[in-house]
């Protein structure tokens, strides 16, 4: 596996009046102002995506792609698998001691750091032909979500954070700018983007739903990853999904967090466990779970 060049912010640390000393590959590098101790790791998931979408990319619009339903009638192609058996092949060789939750895959290992990918996310997308698909890496420490990456081939785009390094964007490690979400505060001045109606009737919150678009300024349903990032961006004020795998939200969580936001569940409980998504600017989080929450009551 060939791994791509540091930023040009990272800096190694040196010898005393001589040049940059030999690293092995676990090591931490420095950055002024930055944790830093997830900066291999998160190399490394750039260079996990860089092979699979060396896999994804020639599949994706290809007349030969096989696709299947999955007994929970979802699709999955043979790029989907492929993609996750050299993540894990990859992850096995380099970091041997960690476990490996994916969506195509039982789970591998039990240590306490645990990397959580999704080859595909968007499948119905990219079997379609519809660009908006990206393969999603995040790795959690002690059930703390501490880095996400998310690449989007056909979008020619990639989001990432580690923890305590801000979120960022672009094409690449050396091509990348900080992002930060919106300073949005009232609904009347919001971006919702959500998962479709008809996911949200069998929950009994559809209604709901439908009130607080009202009272939002615009509606739209980009879908999975893509509007947890445009978030993240600040393009968007409100997403929230009402069923979700932890493996399509593991990675986004960093990102969101990192440039400001908050990722939590409809119940309230911060991070991807709780099986459905509420992400915000932060500003309008409580009044968002407030009107469309999961309680007890709901």
Known sequence: MTFPPRPAAVQPSHRRGGAPRARPFATVWLVSGFDTHFDDDLR???????????????????????????????????????????????????????????????????????????????????????????????????????????????????????RGTGAWAGRSLTSASAIQVSQVSRLADASLSLASWTSWDAFGRTEALLDLARDCWRQRAYGDFWSYMLLAEGAVDIATEPELGLYDMAALVPIVTEAGGRFTSLRGEDGPWGGNALATNGLLHDEVLERIGFTTAS
Do not use: C
């Open 44 to 162: 490394l998931a750039h260079a996990l995506a860089d092979e699979v979408e060396a896999i994804t990319l020639p599949r994706f619009r290809a007349q030969d792609l096989r696709v299947e339903a999955k007994p929970d009638l979802t699709l999955v192609s043979d790029a989907d698998r492929s993609g996750e058996e050299l993540i894990r092949a990859q992850l096995a060789r380099v970091r041997p001691r960690d476990a490996v939750l994916g969506e195509e895959f039982a789970p591998t290992g039990d240590g306490p750091r645990q990397w959580i990918v999704d080859p595909i996310d968007g499948t119905h997308n990219y079997v379609r032909g519809v660009p908006v698909w990206a393969t999603l890496i995040g790795l959690a420490v002690d059930a703390e979500m501490v880095l996400g990456l998310v690449a989007a081939p056909a979008l020619r785009r990639r989001w990432w954070a580690a």
